[in-house]
T-cell receptor
Framework: SQQGEEDPQALSIQEGENATMNCSYKTSINNLQWYRQNSGRGLVHLILIRSNEREKHSGRLRVTLDTSKKSSSLLITASRAADTASYFCATDALQGGSEKLVFGKGMKLTVNP | NAGVMQNPRHLVRRRGQEARLRCSPMKGHSHVYWYRQLPEEGLKFMVYLQKENIIDESGMPKERFSAEFPKEGPSILRIQQVVRGDSAAYFC?????????????FGSGTRLTVV
């Protein structure tokens, strides 16, 4: 079953603008992660935020986590055409007796040059 | 460090044939996860393995699908008697330990087409 759900499902912006993606999840987590997938490729790990953290930065990426609302946001500042990709949030879920990542359906970001 | 290696990148099988997908985790990673991705969909968990052990196969169909991660060699995802609905991208990921503090490293995937 899906744990994380990204919102919006698709976003189109101009180069230089900021892009914000939101993720909501259902159960308690230890950490939440964001991944990027370029068309036809595997997923690339972007950032991990633990449940006791509220905000984390990595280069042009800023991630927030609100465990009371069970939501996270990924902000990409000063976007570039190369940021065009699908973005997924993933949460660790204890299901079926083991801990593993459960992914949302993803959000397609298009950055127009 | 070559990362997670999956092969083949593309695999075409006729209905009823067997598909064998291989995954070599990153050096030093002992946890392997297989996911399936349908077009325009997210990744669906299939199976979690450590060396010589299946830890969790709750996402794998009960019939026709099997996975292994032997002491020597890559992890193998095997699909017997493939059907059109098995057409998808299959991704393997590895991590050094459980995911509590680590992200996954993904391979580039195997795109299976059943004709």
């Amino acid at each position: 079953s899906q744990q994380g759900e990204e919102d919006p499902q698709a976003l189109s912006i101009q180069e230089g603008e900021n892009a914000t993606m939101n993720c909501s999840y259902k159960t308690s987590i230890n950490n939440l992660q964001w991944y990027r997938q370029n068309s036809g490729r595997g997923l690339v790990h972007l950032i991990l935020i633990r449940s006791n953290e509220r905000e984390k930065h990595s280069g042009r990426l800023r991630v927030t986590l609100d465990t009371s609302k069970k939501s996270s946001s990924l902000l990409i500042t000063a976007s570039r055409a190369a940021d065009t990709a699908s973005y997924f949030c993933a949460t660790d879920a204890l299901q079926g007796g083991s801990e593993k990542l459960v992914f949302g359906k993803g959000m397609k970001l298009t950055v127009n040059p | 460090n070559a990362g997670v290696m999956q092969n083949p990148r593309h695999l075409v099988r006729r209905r009823g044939q067997e598909a064998r997908l291989r995954c070599s985790p990153m050096k030093g990673h002992s946890h392997v996860y297989w996911y399936r991705q349908l077009p325009e969909e997210g990744l669906k968990f299939m199976v979690y393995l450590q060396k010589e052990n299946i830890i969790d196969e709750s996402g794998m169909p009960k019939e026709r699908f099997s996975a292994e991660f032997p002491k020597e060699g890559p992890s193998i995802l095997r699909i017997q008697q493939v059907v059109r609905g098995d057409s998808a991208a299959y991704f393997c990921a590895s991590s050094p330990r459980g995911i509590l503090n680590y992200g996954y490293t993904f391979g580039s995937g195997t795109r299976l087409t059943v004709v």
